[in-house]
Each structure stands twice: as structure tokens, then as C-alpha cells.
């Protein structure tokens, strides 16, 4: 009988394919290739050449934009799966789209985020691993189970080995838990700061002050997504009228949906840190971008997933700052 190691396939759609192939690196495990075929009429077809009967698979993936065109992708591909009798479908989806549409902000909206996991399920997918959704609580609009991975883990390793001290702020009131358990990954002596402010509008906000104290302080504006930009570049601002030093972005997930050009122009903000949980090659002729790589973080959990092992231990050891 084969091992349970011997059962295991990995693909990575084709947005997230120089990430699939670092994990595959760090797991010392071949990646296998999506094939994908669009028509005419601009419908997908997207398989696998490569038996899965039997096997557990992984499908490393991102649902950034084209939203759409990235989601529906997926969900061909999962059906795929499926109907060619794979053992289980473990999706890590690097980033979550429609996250943000978790609720009704008011009457007739739609809550697309339960769209999205009921599509999931429907396709086929058996787990979801993915990394710092927007709203935690969108684990429960699914009926099976999601692994919904911390960020801080990967920024606390890059934020430690520097010789600056730092002030995590959150830009938010929601986000005040987030940048509360980075401070503590770092072991950090300063108290946490909150931008207060209220939201008027999509991609539309208006700070009404800061919470806490961050004179003659180097800040770190930490939140789970950067869109837009305009918020956050507000935020900076806001910062350093205060009298805050140096001011660093950190985010898990860069859109950037109206180019990175306002950060670089901007002389207020020094760096602005993200990961690769969406393709940023584009980003790379820009001096104020650093992109951290979760594909050991992702390959650990992988690795956990197959071994059926806890992922506690995976955060204990980047707590300790053993990885």
C-alpha cells in the first residue's frame, strides 16, 4: 500500500505560480501544472493532465483581480478535481476575494463572502487554508474546515531582526487585535496606537485622531490589506503630524489598485512591507517596496496538513523566533 506521502499532489493556478513553486522547494516535492484552455467565446477549461484518483491535493491559489476571472478559474479546476475521483481538495487561497463583503452594510446588499465559500463547497473543496481574511468570522460561513493562517508570524520575523524599535499602530479600531498580537510577537515594550476613523464611503474614510502616543516614535501601520492606498497614506500622514519618526506600511495582502506610485512619490513613508500572497512582480522597478515570501510559513502548514500534525507547533516556533 502506498504511503500517505505518496499520495499527495500539488498545483498551483496559474496567478500564483511562482509562489506554488517555491513551496515546492522548500517541500523538496514536484508541482504539478494546471492546463488551461480558453475558447473563443471566453470560457475556461481547466484540468489536470496528471491522475489525482486517490490523492490529496493542494491547489495553491489567489483570488485577487480579475476577481472573477481568478474565481471562476478555481472553481472549474476544483470541479475538475472531483470528477476525476481526488482523494481530498485542500484550496489555499493566499487571498480571499470578496472578503470585504461580509456583511449587509445596509437592505439589499448582498453578503458575497458566503457566496464564495458556498461556491467552494459546491465545487468540491474539502478545506480551506488561507491567511489573514478580512473578517476572522467569515470561517463560519463554511461547513467545512478553514485554517485561517496569522500574518504577524511572517512580519514578526522580518520586524525582529531589525536594530529600530517600533510602534505598531492599527489603522483601525478593527484592527486593533491584529497589531496587538504582532507588538507581542516582538516582544514589544511600547503600548499599540489606533487611528481613529470613521468610513463615509468605498475606499472613503476621515481620521479623526490617533490612540496613543507616537512622538519621536518609528511606526509601523499594520493592517491586513492594502487597497486603494489613500486611507493608509492618510493614516502616515496623520502620524507624522503627531511627531512620529520613521513611518513603515506593512500589510499581508497589496492590491494596490491605483499603482504603488503614490507610496514611492510620498516622502513621509520610508517602507512599505507586504507579502507574496498575490503576484507583485510588476512592483519590482519601485526602492520602497520590500515583499516578504510566505512560502516556508505556507509549506510548514502544508507539511502539517499531510503529517496530521498541529500548527500550533508552527506558531510556537515563530513566537520563540525559531524559524
Do not use: W
Not at 53 to 81: A, E, G, H, W, Y
Not at 92 to 112: C, E, L, N
Not at 133 to 162: A, K, T
Not at 213 to 233: F, H, L, P, R
Request: charged share 25%; net charge neutral; proline share 2%.
Amino acid at each position: 500500500m502506498a504511503k500517505e506521502q505518496d499520495n499527495i499532489v500539488i498545483f498551483g493556478m496559474d496567478n500564483s505560480e511562482k509562489l506554488t513553486a517555491e513551496i515546492g522547494k522548500f517541500l523538496k516535492r514536484d508541482v504539478l501544472p494546471v492546463q488551461k484552455i480558453v475558447f473563443a467565446d471566453g470560457e475556461n477549461l481547466v484540468y489536470s493532465d496528471t491522475t489525482v484518483r486517490n490523492k490529496t491535493v493542494f491547489v495553491i491559489c489567489n483570488t485577487s483581480k480579475p476577481v472573477n476571472d481568478n474565481l471562476m478559474s478555481l472553481l472549474i479546476f476544483i470541479d475538475s478535481l472531483k470528477r476525476a475521483s481526488a482523494k481530498r481538495i485542500i484550496c489555499v487561497m493566499t487571498y480571499y476575494g470578496y472578503a470585504r463583503q461580509d456583511r449587509k452594510a445596509s437592505g439589499r446588499q448582498p453578503i458575497t463572502a458566503k457566496l464564495v465559500a458556498d461556491l467552494l463547497e459546491t465545487a468540491g473543496v474539502n478545506k480551506v487554508i488561507t491567511i489573514d481574511l478580512h473578517n476572522p468570522s467569515i470561517q463560519g460561513f463554511f461547513d467545512i474546515p478553514v485554517d485561517d493562517l496569522r500574518g504577524q508570524f511572517i512580519f514578526s520575523n522580518e520586524l525582529r531582526n531589525r536594530t529600530d524599535k517600533f510602534v505598531i499602530v492599527s489603522p483601525d479600531h478593527g484592527g486593533a487585535v491584529r497589531a496587538r498580537q504582532l507588538s507581542e510577537l516582538l516582544k514589544n515594550d511600547e503600548q499599540i496606537a489606533i487611528i481613529d476613523k470613521r468610513r463615509t464611503g468605498p475606499n472613503v474614510s476621515e481620521i479623526m485622531g490617533v490612540l496613543g502616543n507616537v512622538e519621536n516614535k518609528n511606526v509601523v501601520i499594520y493592517d491586513d490589506i492594502i487597497d486603494t492606498g489613500g486611507t493608509i497614506i492618510h493614516a502616515a500622514e496623520t502620524l507624522k503630524k503627531q511627531g512620529a519618526k520613521k513611518v513603515i506600511i506593512a500589510a499581508t495582502h497589496g492590491l494596490f489598485s491605483r499603482g504603488f506610485e503614490m507610496f514611492e512619490n510620498n516622502p513621509i513613508i520610508d517602507e512599505v512591507i507586504i507579502t507574496n500572497s498575490i503576484d507583485h512582480s510588476y512592483l519590482s522597478k519601485f526602492s520602497k517596496i520590500k515583499e516578504l515570501s510566505m512560502a516556508k510559513f505556507l509549506g510548514l502548514v502544508i507539511q502539517a496538513n499531510i503529517n496530521n500534525s498541529s500548527i500550533a507547533e508552527i506558531y510556537d516556533a515563530y513566537s520563540q523566533g525559531n524559524i
